[in-house]
């Protein structure tokens, strides 16, 4: 027996608590002075314990018990409400033909019931019957003959009558014919309605049978059945019942969503079997269903959300949701962006719009040639673009017209992999991990007040001149195939020390390979980075070396996709964070006017710097004066070189633009150029000791029109 003394009026600060062994107590009880004392309700001697347990079982019904599931149970309703509406709408005309005909079979039938009774037929079937009986006796048929003649004479009246009401109908058809329009229709469907029910016959509907156009169909019997044939749930012992057998519970669904299924389920206890189990049989899965992998979307429910180990949502589409129109990026219309906040980047299966927070993140961009990789991963250089305060770097290894529109802002532009291209990658590198220890002694001197995290805030950028840094290379395997193994060490160091220790000075990377292997992008590379996204790649392997070990396991696998999703890929954002996106589309046309944009907002806030500063054709572009297009390419090979022979000059120019310059040759180029206002001074150029014929980049300079020069300053 335990014993509390306590204060009732509060004047002692703790209760004192005494044990008092009761003689009839097996052992001394032990009482904690910080909880209450508390009976168990189901304790073996409490006759109420079996009345007063709660029951397991939900109060609310599985579409019932959340928001969500209400919402979307309500939209489905509304949905199929419409559905049905347009369907019977556009078959108006049928029904009133339908209704009509039933209506005359109707009438038909009526007249059919009556006429035998007003014509005395049953009569006359009798006699004739009792004729053609050969032992019949002749009174009895004389006898009925009598009652046929009589009943005749009795429903002479009848006929007299239903003529007449016959007569009155159709002369009331007349004046109904020229009265109101509203009054006939009344009419009318006063007298067809019944003749039409009297028409109807055992299989004859009015109304089509329409069903809504579901590709796809779920119920909680199917989804059992496809993770039984997984082998995620156990079947039932030999001779029980099927209904015996472990199912899952579900808490929301199926219910319809948009343009497929939706259900949150839990895996049963006892099997051993957890959401990540689920995860790694999507093929499976999808296939028990009888859909495409593409078309099954599985996620975790974490604790935070109110799941457990065992929680599952799945999204099943009615077909492949990343197919049709792609969607605008907002940049194509948008004036400013802040870098700070999450970038718009598209859209998943089910609509929902995909924001990537990039701020003290790296990227990586992986995936097969001509599938959307480079489009994708200028979106995250086009936010840079709409914030005055965001310093480009741009490297493209493949020295395309993808990345140029990029000199009109970019601090450093690098095009192509050649080995002047290479140097200068090199000394860009060298340039940001100057400007990366320069920030980090700036911050380490900076009072907490101001920088209480040791990392870039809005206030230091714009205070102390600081710009957020995005880093962007693009196709890397080409820079490491073209390099040597020590300038290839080095760099892959430089870019290491930029993705792992350059976020908290306001660095920003953004990578991309189209062969994300050993070779071409370094294992310890590719494992600091934060942010990855793959478009198609040729098997899990490859979708690994992009998103990570083991993500394929988990259904972050880009091998799904297929070559008609373009533009699509799978986005990691986490070690257990995946989702795949359909990338917002921005053209190049649209890249080149935010370029435009962005060197528009840097002059007006004083942030044009670097390259983009001195690049006479962006300056062109700027003013609105229109350079030889044949300038502006060679200006834009020769970037890097002060003079280049005349063949590496027409390789590039086909790199750039294979379609204008493929069939160009010596002669033509220099007749191009010549027209351009090219005036050379010498044919031959000096690169390394040899000589051979050539061009110097003065002398293309020199053609560009005075006013732009005097106009860049």
């Known amino acids: 027996m335990t014993e509390i003394l306590a204060d009732p009026l509060g004047t002692h600060p703790a209760p004192t608590l005494t044990l008092v062994k009761d003689p009839t107590d097996p052992e001394p009880?032990?009482?904690?002075?910080?909880?209450?004392?508390?009976?168990?309700?189901?304790?073996?001697?409490?006759?109420?314990?079996?009345?007063?347990?709660?029951p397991d079982a939900p109060v609310l019904p599985a579409w019932a018990r959340s928001a969500a599931s209400i919402k979307a149970n309500v939209a489905a309703f509304v949905r199929l409400t419409w559905w049905h509406t347009q369907y019977h709408g556009f078959r108006v005309p049928k029904y009133l033909v339908k209704t009509v005909l039933l209506a005359a079979r109707g009438f038909f039938r009526a007249t059919m019931g009556l006429w035998p009774t007003l014509s005395a037929q049953d009569h006359t079937a009798t006699v004739k019957a009792?004729?053609?009986?050969?032992?019949?006796?002749?009174?009895?048929?004389?006898?009925?003959?009598?009652?046929?003649?009589?009943?005749?004479?009795?429903?002479?009246?009848?006929?007299?009558r239903f003529g007449a009401a016959a007569a009155g109908v159709a002369a009331a058809a007349v004046?109904?014919?020229?009265?109101?329009?509203?009054?006939?229709?009344?009419?009318?469907?006063?007298?067809?309605?019944?003749?039409?029910?009297?028409?109807r016959g055992k299989e004859t509907h009015l109304l089509d049978q329409g069903a809504p156009p579901l590709r796809v169909d779920m119920s909680a019997q199917q989804l059992n059945d496809a993770l039984r044939a997984a082998g995620l749930?156990?079947?039932g012992r030999a001779g029980d019942d099927e209904k015996d057998a472990p199912r899952v519970s579900c808490s929301m669904g199926p219910v319809r969503d948009g343009r497929g299924w939706a259900v949150i389920f839990d895996l049963p206890r006892g099997g051993g079997k957890t959401a990540s189990d689920v995860l790694a049989k999507r093929e499976v899965i999808a296939q028990e269903l009888g859909v495409d992998e593409i078309q099954v979307i599985m996620s975790r429910v974490r604790a935070a959300?109110?799941?457990?180990?065992?929680?599952?949502?799945?999204?099943?589409?009615?077909?492949?949701?990343?197919?049709?129109?792609?969607?605008?990026?907002?940049?194509?219309t948008a004036e400013r962006f802040s870098i700070w906040d999450p970038i718009p980047f598209g859209q998943d299966a089910r609509g929902n719009r995909i924001e990537v927070p990039v701020m003290w993140q790296s990227m990586f961009f992986g995936g097969l040639p001509r599938r959307g990789k480079t489009f994708t991963q200028r979106l995250m250089t086009a936010a840079g673009l709409l914030d005055a305060y965001v310093r480009h770097y741009v490297a493209d290894g493949k020295g395309g017209a993808d990345w140029m529109p990029m000199r009109a802002v970019a601090h450093r532009l690098v095009m192509g992999a050649e080995d002047d291209a290479i140097e200068a990658l090199k000394a860009m590198l060298a340039e940001l991990l100057v400007e990366m220890e320069r920030r980090f002694a700036i911050l380490r001197e900076l009072p907490t007040s101001i920088c209480p995290e040791g990392k870039l805030t809005p206030e230091i950028v714009q205070r102390y001149n600081l710009p957020?840094?995005?880093?962007?290379?693009?196709?890397?395997?080409?820079?490491?195939?073209?390099?040597?193994?020590?300038?290839?060490?080095?760099?892959?160091?430089?870019?290491?020390?930029?993705?792992?220790?350059?976020?908290?000075?306001?660095?920003v990377s953004n990578f991309a390979s189209q062969r994300p292997d050993a070779d071409s992008v370094p294992t310890k590379l590719r494992e600091i980075i934060t942010l990855r996204y793959s478009t198609q790649v040729v098997?899990?392997?490859?979708?690994?070396?992009?998103?990570?070990?083991?993500?394929?396991?988990?259904?972050?696998?880009a091998s799904v996709l297929s070559e008609d999703h373009v533009g699509t890929g799978v986005l990691v954002t986490g070690p257990a964070s995946y989702v795949?996106?359909?990338?917002?589309?921005?053209?190049?046309?649209?890249?080149a006017l935010l370029c435009q944009k962005g060197r528009a907002l840097r002059q007006a806030a004083g942030q044009l710097t670097g390259d983009a500063a001195g690049d006479v054709t962006a300056a062109a572009d700027a003013s609105g004066v229109k350079l030889a297009p044949i300038l502006s390419d060679a200006l834009e090979v020769m970037r890097h070189s002060p003079r280049m022979f005349t063949t590496d000059l027409l390789a590039g120019l086909v790199n750039l633009d294979e379609d204008v310059y493929g069939d160009f040759n010596a002669e033509k180029l220099a007749a191009e150029l010549e027209a351009a206002g090219v005036k050379r001074t010498s044919k031959q150029v000096k690169i390394s000791g040899a000589n051979g014929a050539g061009y110097q980049r003065r002398d293309i300079e020199a053609a560009v029109p005075a006013e732009i020069l005097l106009a860049h300053g």
């Open 580 to 591: 795949t996106v359909r990338a917002d589309y921005l053209d190049g046309t649209g890249f």
């Open 175 to 199: 004046g109904v014919m020229l009265a109101d329009p509203i009054l006939q229709a009344g009419i009318a469907g006063a007298v067809v309605t019944p003749l039409a029910y009297l028409g």
């Open 539 to 557: 098997d899990r392997a490859s979708s690994d070396m992009v998103l990570g070990k083991g993500k394929a396991a988990q259904g972050a696998d």
């Open 233 to 235: 749930l156990k079947s």
């Open 468 to 507: 957020v840094i995005f880093v962007t290379v693009d196709e890397l395997q080409e820079y490491f195939t073209a390099m040597e193994r020590e300038d290839r060490e080095q760099v892959i160091n430089d870019l290491c020390r930029i993705a792992r220790r350059g976020p908290a000075a306001g660095f």
């Open 305 to 332: 959300k109110g799941g457990n180990a065992g929680r599952v949502s799945m999204w099943v589409a009615d077909d492949d949701p990343y197919l049709g129109k792609p969607n605008p990026s907002p940049f194509a």
């Open 130 to 160: 009792l004729r053609a009986q050969v032992k019949v006796k002749p009174e009895d048929v004389d006898l009925a003959a009598r009652l046929q003649m009589a009943h005749f004479e009795r429903t002479r009246t009848r006929r007299w």
């Open 29 to 54: 009880a032990v009482v904690d002075p910080l909880l209450p004392v508390v009976e168990a309700v189901d304790r073996a001697d409490n006759p109420l314990a079996d009345w007063l347990s709660v």
